[in-house]
């Protein structure tokens, strides 16, 4: 998303809290990068999290005098930032911070979550604060615009986020007998379910990915099961082709994923509530279940075999998600919050 948006408009200068250039590709190191304050702490970098308190006064410090529209891409805090008069602030939400808002316990551990209370009730009314701040909310998909709706009584439109269709090919030949999932290892995604339901069923699942949840998976992994780590984009890319579906179980306020299965013309068996809703097409490119329960996700891919899915279909509903979208959606908005 961030290379699109540097695609469009190639001198604006990146504002951010902490920047570490040696954890990007060369390319984008390239690019003006402009931290915040916080930069100067020992271990920043490293510790960011612990600097969580002082991100919102980050962001408000940020001189933006010279500008007329300052695009926020946000998860937390970067809309927090303060534009002078006559200028704009226009947030392309990701969501609403949901360590602070819906799912506090998962992301922080319920005693950690008991811990905090304090700086979480005071967070979230500087977060409201910013949200009042912001000119118009562009949201990445409908749940997400639900979220700003109810965290901030804001309307958010939609513009979903971008996907390189281009890099994926669709092949109704050299199918494998596997299915797959692409994912960080981390609770929420919950591949767990993932690999439950491929256990009762015997089916090959193939996962790729790394994340502090890869042990736990190995110990519920049965024979039919393989835990790949980080694949190269290539090898993935081949992966996604040659998978009988992709397997998404997940909540998410998106999920690219889950697009790039569909753009290599493979069906996607989803969860249908969140970003797998609004992408994934029931009985057209996929299959949905609503029950985060390894028996419901063997029930939908069992429905998956008997349901007839064109690889056609798949791709065509994955082109809406292209990047070349995005930048004419996101450019018409800005424009016309400039104008």
Wanted: hydrophobic share 45%; net charge positive; charged share 25%.
């Amino acid at each position: 998303m961030l290379g699109e948006l540097r695609a469009l408009y190639p001198s604006a200068p990146i504002f951010t809290s902490v920047y570490d250039p040696r954890q990007l590709p060369e390319p984008m190191r390239q690019w003006d990068v402009r931290s915040s304050f916080l930069g100067g702490f020992p271990f920043a970098r490293s510790y960011s999290r612990a600097l969580l308190p002082l991100m919102p006064i980050a962001f408000q410090r940020f001189d933006f005098s010279n500008y007329d529209v300052v695009v926020s891409v946000s998860s937390a805090f970067s809309k927090n930032v303060v534009t002078p008069p006559g200028a704009k602030n226009l947030c392309y939400c990701l969501t609403p911070p949901r360590y602070l808002w819906d799912l506090r316990d998962a992301y922080l551990g319920r005693s950690a979550a008991a811990a905090t209370a304090p700086v979480v009730r005071w967070l979230r009314g500087v977060d409201r604060g910013a949200a009042r701040r912001v000119d118009e909310f562009v949201a990445i998909s409908h749940v997400v615009a639900d979220r700003v709706r109810r965290s901030y009584a804001r309307v958010a439109d939609v513009i979903y986020p971008p996907v390189d269709t281009a890099r994926l090919r669709s092949s109704d030949s050299d199918v494998d007998d596997y299915y797959l999932v692409v994912s960080r290892l981390v609770r929420y995604k919950r591949i767990d379910l993932a690999i439950e339901a491929c256990n009762k069923l015997g089916r090959r699942l193939l996962v790729v990915g790394v994340g502090p949840e890869r042990r736990r998976l190995e110990l519920l992994a049965g024979p039919t099961v393989r835990l790949l780590g980080a694949r190269s984009d290539e090898d993935v890319a081949e992966l996604y082709r040659r998978c009988r579906a992709f397997v998404f179980p997940a909540l998410e306020d998106f999920g690219i994923t889950a697009v790039e299965a569909q753009a290599a013309g493979r069906p996607v068996v989803a969860f249908g509530g969140g970003g797998g809703g609004e992408t994934v097409i029931d009985g057209v490119t996929g299959i949905h279940f609503f029950e985060q329960t390894a028996d419901a996700v063997a029930a939908a891919m069992q429905r998956l075999d008997r349901t007839p899915i064109d690889p056609a279909a798949c791709r065509n509903n994955a082109e809406r998600f292209d990047a070349s979208v995005f930048r004419e959606r996101i450019g018409a908005r800005v424009r016309a919050i400039a104008s």
